[in-house]
């Protein structure tokens, strides 16, 4: 990122297909000199195109900390690049014979104060999360397990509570309901998890002056037997290392990777792009966001890499396929890939989840699978987002109660008597309006109270005020006289 103190996000448009768009201001992250997207020309995307946690995780300090002790953080392409697969090329899950093993650790970098990554790794069937020994190793079972990352940003304080709230209500939220009855609920699930978690940071960042801009980016992965789902809001980004290749399965909803996409910009000048630190959408920054949701389909041995752009940002892809080749336990390879990108200057907190997929009921890798591998979209039915979404009224009247519970009442206005019957509904209205028009915006005291004075411009006659003042001022110079003399 170019700019020590903020990180943008445009008011740029992607295609339909890709992620929707917002303008906040993503504020508090350092300069990404070393390239944004390093290494891109190194991994190879499989479209014919160039490459591209309750507190569950604990946060590392300074010096960098496992994520072995309960970690807190456990925090579009072109239509023509893009091959989706529909609902119903998708078989019933087996629900049983994968195991995983996995690891996190998130790490505060070398010039940062504070960190703002947060991580989950959970067990979706056990209702557990964290990752202490006994949960490092995992069977994947009827209701699936759940990864991410999460980077938050908005200085201060803003960005670790925005990425912690993301953490926090997508595992509660897709802890809810019964086992999923197919691949196509589960998706459905992390979408509206994902969905719920940005209208809540939206909604606390506005009844916070402090924590307003505040956001998070994020990529979740939600796995149930051998496939693996991805829902990616920002920069944040998945790889699958299959055999010798390392392969983005998410997509950066970026400017630099618009541009790129849209053949504006090389790799080669993305590296020193002035603008590498605009992205797209965050949660948090506006009411909805639109989340772009990706399917792998495992096969045995493959390694699923989360990370943030603290990683990605400062170590080249193909020095990340290099240690995940050659590192088997996920621990392992995590404690080296945050200690490479501390090296290259840790300019930005640094998260990585690492899991690597075995088990019986996984295939081998045919030369097809891994030749294959790429970027694919998924596409849900609508019936299922329709049928479990937040209708639009019942959003805005939870969030009208949610201020009035929590702000100071609103100063009283004063009706003229013989009023309208409807005067205290339309104020109610004009109220809902001005908080529409001074979003993200610092409400004036002058605006507690916008009805007019009026003062009395009628009453006695000049002549006789005229009189009355000078007789008081006579009273006076006689007193004076009087009690001086």
Not at 43 to 58: K, L, Q, W
Not at 207 to 236: E, K, N, Y
Not at 280 to 286: D, I
Request: proline share 5%; glycine share 10%; net charge negative.
């Amino acid at each position: 990122m170019s700019d020590p103190t903020a990180r943008e996000v445009s008011d740029d448009v992607p295609g339909t297909d890709g992620p929707g768009s917002h303008d906040p201001s993503r504020e508090s992250a350092p300069p990404r000199s070393e390239r944004p997207d390093d290494g891109a020309s190194s991994v190879d995307h499989g479209d014919g195109t160039a490459p591209e946690p309750e507190g569950e995780g604990r946060k590392a300090d300074a010096e960098g900390e496992d994520g072995g002790a309960e970690p807190r953080g456990s925090n579009g392409s072109s239509p023509s690049l893009v091959e989706s697969t529909a609902p119903g090329d998708v078989k019933e899950p087996s629900r049983t014979g994968v195991r995983l093993r996995i690891f996190g650790r998130t790490d505060v970098g070398q010039v940062r104060e504070h960190n703002e990554d947060n991580f989950i790794v959970a067990d979706l069937t056990k209702g557990s999360r964290g990752l202490m020994e006994a949960e490092r190793t995992q069977s994947v079972g009827e209701r699936g397990a759940l990864f991410g990352v999460c980077d938050g940003m908005g200085g201060a304080a803003a960005g670790e509570v925005a990425s912690q709230l993301a953490v926090d209500i997508i595992y509660q939220r897709m802890l809810a309901g019964g086992t999923p009855a197919d691949h196509d609920e589960l998706a459905a699930r992390l979408v509206l998890a994902i969905e719920a978690a940005g209208l809540r940071i939206f909604s606390e960042a506005k009844l916070d002056r402090t924590r307003r801009g505040m956001g998070t980016t994020s990529t979740i992965a939600a796995l149930l037997d051998d496939h693996l789902f991805l829902g990616q809001v920002g920069d944040s980004r998945a790889y699958i290392l299959r055999g010798e290749r390392l392969v983005q399965v998410t997509r950066d909803q970026s400017l630099v990777n618009q541009l790129i996409e849209a053949g504006q910009l090389t790799e080669e000048e993305a590296e020193t792009f002035e603008h590498n630190n605009i992205i797209l959408q965050a949660l948090g920054t506006a009411e909805s966001v639109q989340v772009d949701l990706t399917c792998v389909v495992l096969k045995r041995g493959d390694v699923l890499l989360l990370c943030s752009d603290g990683l990605s940002g400062m170590v080249r892809n193909d020095e990340i396929r290099e240690v995940l080749r050659t590192i088997e336990e996920p621990l392992e390879a995590c404690r080296v890939l945050t200690e490479r990108a501390n090296q290259a200057g840790g300019h930005d907190n640094i998260t990585v989840v690492v899991a690597r997929f075995e088990g019986d009921s996984l295939e081998d890798p045919m030369r097809e699978d891994i030749e294959g591998l790429k970027y694919t979209k998924y596409q849900l039915p609508e019936h299922l987002l329709a049928a479990n979404s937040l209708p639009e009224p019942t959003r805005r009247v939870r969030e009208v109660e949610e201020r009035k519970v929590s702000q100071r009442p609103p100063a009283p206005r004063v009706h003229a008597s013989g009023g309208d019957e409807g005067s205290a509904e339309e104020d109610e209205d004009d109220e809902h309006d001005e908080d529409d028009e001074d979003e993200g915006r610092p409400v004036s005291r002058s605006a507690l109270s916008d009805e007019a004075i009026h003062l009395p411009t009628e009453g006695a006659p000049q002549w006789l005020v005229i009189m009355m003042i000078a007789s008081a001022v006579a009273c006076v110079f006689i007193a004076g006289y009087y009690l001086f003399r």
